[in-house]
């Protein structure tokens, strides 16, 4: 399932945010050697704080793994601030329905764990390109340029998504070389990576519906606390050691103070969707009378 965060919802998806910066780190940091600064497990870069799009996929567990960055090119954008040696000493492209792709990735590791094929990966690998463009074309965007390698121009030809031109020539760039490619936006380039993937539903998920699934997680987890000073140590912690069961009767208290202590009602309805969702997911079913007795 795909979800796009930008300045509009960023607020609301911190977490999700949170979980592709570690992706980013893992993927061009670790995986592939490239120089980008990595702070505290999370790859970050200048242009991560001009507010742009990010359209990113998700497992049927709410986990991110896939993702990638759209930019406009009318302001600051990799190709034209840090890639620029790739365009032979022409300006950049600049245009309002010309977006900048870039830190495409996919979390190989996890889409391949319990004995699942390099298949899984292709499927998010077209499901986030298929997104992507689906995306941009609805924004009014026409085309996109993106700075890949010739391993993700391979993989962008073989997935009948192949650019339709090149801007500057291939150079080397750290350990790796790069050129600048070009893609529509078409009806057309979607239905033949659609037709390549097999992929013929909606691949685009409504905010509310990744939403409860983030909050069933977070709430799966906190059922595995008992002493509050454990909710800080699983905050403060990375790691994946599981924590003691909490009691139904401190998540049942935590729950009502979170509704007596909302002051408007947008703070009164997130923490009865909470409720909701401990509900619904089975994590704590009486938790229903809350909300006739708020």
Not at 80 to 109: I, K, M, N, Y
Not at 253 to 269: F, K, L, S, V
């Amino acid at each position: 399932m795909i979800i796009v965060i930008d300045a509009l919802n960023k607020d609301r998806f911190g977490d999700l945010l949170d979980e592709m910066f570690k992706l980013r780190a893992r993927v061009f940091g670790d995986r592939l050697g490239w120089e980008v600064e990595i702070i505290n497990g999370r790859e970050i870069d200048q242009f991560d704080r001009l507010d742009p799009a990010y359209v990113i996929g998700l497992d049927d567990e709410g986990h991110v793994v896939s993702c990638v960055r759209a930019l406009q090119t009318t302001g600051p954008h990799m190709l034209s601030d840090v890639f620029q040696v790739l365009l032979d000493g022409e300006p950049p492209l600049r245009s309002a329905t010309l977006w900048e792709s870039t830190r495409f990735c996919v979390d190989t590791q996890r889409l391949c764990r319990n004995g699942n094929t390099m298949k899984a990966v292709s499927m998010a690998t077209c499901e986030l390109m298929i997104g992507s463009l689906e995306y941009a074309r609805r924004s009014g965007i026409s085309d996109i340029i993106t700075v890949i390698d010739p391993v993700v121009n391979r993989v962008l030809k073989r997935s009948d998504n192949a650019p339709y031109d090149y801007v500057g020539t291939t150079k080397q760039m750290g350990k790796v070389p790069a050129m600048a490619a070009l893609l529509d936006c078409t009806e057309e380039r979607i239905n033949r990576v659609r037709a390549f993937a097999g992929i013929t539903n909606d691949v685009f998920a409504s905010e509310e519906t990744v939403r409860s699934l983030l909050d069933a997680r977070l709430l799966a987890s906190a059922a595995q606390i008992r002493d509050p000073s454990d909710w800080v140590a699983m905050i403060l912690s990375e790691s994946d050691e599981p924590l003691p069961p909490v009691l139904p009767e401190d998540i049942q208290d935590y729950c009502r103070a979170q509704i007596e202590a909302a002051q408007t009602e947008e703070e009164r309805a997130a923490a009865l969707r909470l409720v909701d969702v401990l509900v619904r997911e089975r994590i704590h079913p009486s938790m229903h009378q809350l909300v006739f007795q708020s």
